[in-house]
């Protein structure tokens, strides 16, 4: 879909290589900037994988191209120019004073090559006091509050155990720069895209942060698995798992009370509407749990099933992996480096068609041929 797209990537490790990924999944030429010296320090965030790079490398820079530049030098400079005069989008995740010291600087860069989109992610900002401070994922997950929304209320708040942030900032900047290149089409002028780490981890807290802002009110953390607003909404244990419950209204608990087999909680005043069951939930979940339990997950989730209830059992990951859901979703990549591995691809399909990665990742100044080529094209 965006074979023509020529994009420079000057990352490391996540957000702008993820970026970088997005886009090559989508057949974009994504030729990957990395120094001399060891390149990008995803290549070594892990045991040896692949070609001695580890398997975050590739899962990240898969698809694209490395040219190993030098952008400290002018020889190395005058290369990446050269690069961008026959490129579309650049995309970074360097330190905000960086771009200033190398003399790549979107007001400088932009000024000699006015079509190009000029992508710049940052931990903080490009403003403010934090905006030269070390953003790593649970840095900013700490920083923004999202830590301490998350885990069990009875134990210390814990962190999201996946790089939401990093990537959703990934996302949000393809998502910016396609916004940009539409406006190219009808001006002939390219754009500063700018995101951060931060301002993606508030976005992701919009609604609490909509919340306080606007009631003055602060949500507390969920209980347990569970929702602030709705009863129940959370997952239970079984004899031999657990199941999870959607409960979202007060016609689902009439059809969840009759699965469990206790109608009489239907009519009762402290649990008939939602928001009587929000005032009595210490009463009325532990009653459901001790239900729960005397039954397995496969019957839970088939009664409630027919019974119209939303449920799903809680999956350990290789249990989710065995679902013939799993594989109906052709998320999974066909094999690639000969065999070697197969990767989680973008959660998009085109006309039915989902794009794939199209292969691994590059090795450290694979492509330096580039440089003295007309052409950026493979």
């Known amino acids: 879909m965006l074979e023509d797209l020529n994009v420079i990537e000057i990352g490391q490790v996540l957000a702008g290589p993820y970026a970088g990924a997005i886009l090559a ?21 892990g045991k040896p994988f692949l070609d001695d790079d580890s398997l975050t490398f590739h899962e990240f820079n898969r698809g694209k191209r490395s040219v190993a530049l030098d952008l400290k030098s002018a020889d190395g400079l005058r290369a990446l120019h050269a690069l961008a005069d026959r490129s579309d989008v650049l995309i970074h995740n360097l330190r905000p004073d960086v771009p200033e010291t190398l003399g790549i600087d979107p007001e400088h ?28 994922e649970p840095l900013v997950q700490a920083m923004s509050g999202m830590v301490t929304i998350n885990g069990d209320p009875a134990g210390p708040p814990s962190r999201l155990p996946i790089s939401a942030v990093d990537m959703g900032t990934g996302m949000w900047t393809v998502i910016g720069l396609l916004v940009a290149l539409r406006r190219r089409e009808a001006t002939g002028r390219g754009c500063v895209v700018r995101t951060s780490l931060f301002a993606t981890a508030l976005g992701w807290l919009s609604q609490r942060v909509n919340t306080l802002v606007n009631e003055g009110v602060e949500l507390p953390r969920e209980p347990m698995s569970g929702h602030s607003g709705l009863v129940p909404y959370q997952s239970f244990s079984a004899s031999d798992g657990d199941v999870f419950v959607c409960v979202g209204n007060d016609r689902l608990f009439s059809k969840f009370c009759s699965t469990l087999g206790h109608p009489e909680w239907i009519a009762d005043p402290a649990f008939a509407t939602n928001r009587a069951r929000l005032t009595n939930r210490e009463r009325l979940v532990p009653m459901i749990a001790a239900t729960v339990a005397a039954q397995s997950r496969d019957y839970w989730c088939a009664h409630l099933g027919a019974a119209g209830v939303p449920c799903a059992p809680v999956n350990t990951l290789p249990e989710a992996l065995a679902l013939e859901q799993f594989t109906a979703s052709e998320m999974l990549s066909p094999p690639l480096g000969n065999g070697a591995m197969q990767l989680v691809g973008i959660p998009l399909s085109f006309d039915g068609v989902h794009p794939h990665p199209l292969g691994i990742g590059p090795k450290l100044g694979a492509d330096n041929a580039l440089l003295n080529s007309p052409a950026t094209r493979r």
Do not use: T, W
């Not at 057949?27 to 060891?38: F, M, R, S, T, W």
């Open 109 to 136: 860069f932009c000024e000699r090559h006015p079509r190009l989109i000029y992508c710049e992610i940052s931990g903080f900002g490009q403003h403010g006091p934090m905006r030269l401070d070390p953003a790593f």
């Open 25 to 45: 999944d989508l057949g974009a030429n994504v030729i990957k900037i990395e120094k001399p010296d060891g390149g990008d320090e995803g290549r070594r965030m």
